[in-house]
T-cell receptor, first 113, second 113 residues
Framework: DSGVTQTPKHLITATGQRVTLRCSPR?????VYWYQQSLDQGLQFLIQ???????AKGNILERFSAQQFPDLHSELNLSSLELGDSALYFC????????????FGSGTRLTVV | GESVGLHLPTLSVQEGDNSIINCAYS??????FIWYKQESGKGPQFIID?????DKRQGQRVTVLLNKTVKHLSLQIAATQPGDSAVYFC????????????FGQGTELSVKP
């Protein structure tokens, strides 16, 4: 157990739907990062939050959004889902920014049918 | 654009041999590098990191070498074991990037008994 908890582990949904992925960071970590991993793209950085505020944005689609709550857990919202959104979504946390140890969760496997 | 790439997509070694996995990075401003191991169905697991003010760092059976002149990073695994079979990713970060990690495509290491 890495200390970073992601739920659900698996999600199957239809095109056009909306889903929410949840991440609880390791105790004491203030930064949360979201990554998408697909077969042909590797691990792509989506977005970073630090203590509730958005810190950096990567290749995140406008259909996707995220937030970090006061208790530091984070949610990634994916809407108007397309087949190409099927991927593994990972959350990572770190104790500080900009650099430090990054701990990854076990991911959410999203399948869009 | 920014990219971190790997020279070899697959590597097959005999059990007990040493393994070397290579990585090229393109952002000369990167000042922190990490190697991750990812087993099937799991999130990336931290192996070893190195800061740009160092050129070598050793861990348990692993060594990371950094050559900033040619922007090259390598991971050496001594006495490779079947449990080392996984996909290995290098990742880079810099202060100016706010801590986000940019990952390479990954190298699959296969250890033959």
């Amino acid at each position: 157990d890495s200390g970073v908890t992601q739920t659900p582990k698996h999600l199957i949904t239809a095109t056009g739907q909306r889903v929410t992925l949840r991440c609880s960071p390791r105790s004491g970590d203030l930064s949360v990062y979201w990554y998408q991993q697909s077969l042909d793209q590797g691990l792509q950085f989506l977005i970073q939050y630090y203590n509730g505020e958005e810190r950096a944005k990567g290749n995140i689609l406008e259909r996707f959004s995220a937030q970090q709550f006061p208790d530091l857990h984070s949610e990634l919202n994916l809407s108007s889902l397309e087949l190409g959104d099927s991927a593994l979504y990972f959350c990572a946390s770190s104790p500080s920014t900009p650099v430090g140890g990054y701990t990854f969760g076990s991911g959410t496997r999203l399948t869009v049918v | 654009g920014e990219s971190v790439g790997l020279h070899l997509p697959t590597l097959s070694v005999q059990e007990g041999d040493n393994s070397i996995i290579n990585c090229a990075y393109s952002n000369s401003a990167s000042d922190y590098f990490i190697w991750y191991k990812q087993e099937s169905g799991k999130g990336p697991q931290f192996i070893i990191d190195i800061r740009s003010n160092m050129d070598k760092r050793q861990g348990q059976r692993v060594t990371v070498l950094l050559n900033k002149t040619v922007k090259h990073l390598s991971l050496q695994i001594a006495a490779t074991q079947p449990g080392d079979s996984a996909v290995y990713f290098c990742a880079e970060s810099s202060y100016n990037q706010g801590g986000k990690l940019i990952f390479g495509q990954g190298t699959e290491l296969s250890v033959k008994p």
